[in-house]
């Protein structure tokens, strides 16, 4: 480590193979906690490069204990976290929504870093008992057409990082890798990120592979789609620049994103929104996201139809009864 880190320290890059070699040798335990600490320090300091991001997901991807969900077309949906907005649970409320229409989602989540209550925080606090069993978490997305795959149960590599995250409280590179490193390999995903910068890491890198994505990123800021301003969107074919209007929906605030102070907090608007009890702003973000991971799925939709399919699945309670029927089969 010592010889990576003076090559660091004078900006120098690593390779992609380098990069996976020391992340696999992070997740074997091989480096004390300080010297994982200053490692990723550096990247605290200076971005990542595509081969270096490419080469730390190929780490974690090979270390992973990986799921066979390949009897299903799966999409995952999430953030990257780090935007530090303290919003409500968007990404999850609009899993659940597009798992209401018929969409099979294979949900890859943590604890919240950076933010008072990541997806892992919210779903745990209402119920949802995590599991890596295979068969019971096709149980789920038989039934409930979502699954959640907490990301310490599915990557033991990361036991040696976590405790270094909690106490460094900032965004790292760890951030950028989660939504790459789902261990199910869904066909599908939908991806928000906190800086247009990652947003091009992103496409790059997803274009080397056969997924089919959707990366957004709104430009003041947020890591999904906000409508509190423009939101760029890139996918397999495309890249545009999409105002709330766009979407069918008025400009937003910050107030109306805001999550609250504790993890009972987010909860309580999780559950709002879900029982149809959520305010104008808070359905049509929700709505928003949604409708954006069923185009994803079916990219033959048009914007308005795919909203709209995600509107029924909200106002019908069909999104609702997907949860509800996602807690009910966890805890069996």
């Known amino acids: ?56 997901r190929d780490a974690l ?20 976290g780090g935007d530090s907005k303290n919003t409500f649970n968007i990404s999850t409320l609009a899993s659940f929504v597009v798992a209401g229409a018929g969409g099979k989602v294979a949900k890859h989540g943590n604890y919240g870093v950076s933010s008072i209550s990541g997806s892992s925080n919210v779903l745990e606090y209402l119920g949802y008992q995590f599991s890596n069993d295979e068969s019971q978490l096709k149980r789920q ?8 795959m907490h990301a310490p149960l599915f990557h033991p ?12 409280k900032v965004k790292t590179f760890f951030n950028m890798l989660g939504p790459m490193v789902n261990p199910a390999f869904p066909q599908f995903q939908l991806v928000g990120v906190f800086s247009l910068e990652l947003a091009r890491l992103y496409n790059y890198i997803y274009q080397q592979t056969d997924k089919k994505f959707t990366i957004l990123h709104s430009t003041d800021g947020y890591d999904e789609i906000s409508l509190t301003g423009n939101v760029k969107m890139i996918s397999n074919n495309s890249e ?15 107030a109306d994103l805001y999550g609250g102070e504790t993890i009972k907090d987010a909860a309580e608007v999780f559950m709002q929104i879900l029982e149809g009890k959520g305010t104008r702003a808070q359905n049509s973000v929700v709505t928003a996201n949604a409708g954006m991971g069923i185009k994803c799925l ?35």
Do not use: W
Request: hydrophobic share 40%; glycine share 4%; with cysteine.
């Open 157 to 168: 590599a990361m036991k040696h990082v976590a405790p270094i995250r909690k106490k460094l």
């Open 141 to 148: 997305l038989e039934q409930a057409n979502i699954c959640m």
């Open 1 to 56: 480590m010592k010889e990576i880190l003076n090559r660091l320290f004078v900006h120098k890059k690593l390779t992609r193979q380098e990069a996976q070699e020391v992340l696999t040798k992070i997740g074997q335990g091989e480096y004390s906690e300080a010297e994982i600490a200053a490692f990723i320090s550096v990247y605290i300091m200076r971005s990542v490069s595509v081969e270096e991001l490419s080469g730390f």
């Open 240 to 254: 545009q620049l999409l105002s709330p209007k766009d979407f069918g929906f008025s400009k937003l605030t910050e």
């Open 298 to 332: 079916e990219p033959s939709l048009s914007i308005e139809d795919a909203i709209q399919k995600a509107k029924i699945s909200l106002e019908s309670g069909n999104a609702l009864t997907s949860f509800k029927k996602f807690i009910e089969l966890s805890q069996k």
């Open 61 to 80: 991807l090979a270390l992973c204990n990986r799921m066979d969900f390949s009897d299903f077309e799966t999409i995952d949906m999430c953030g990257t």
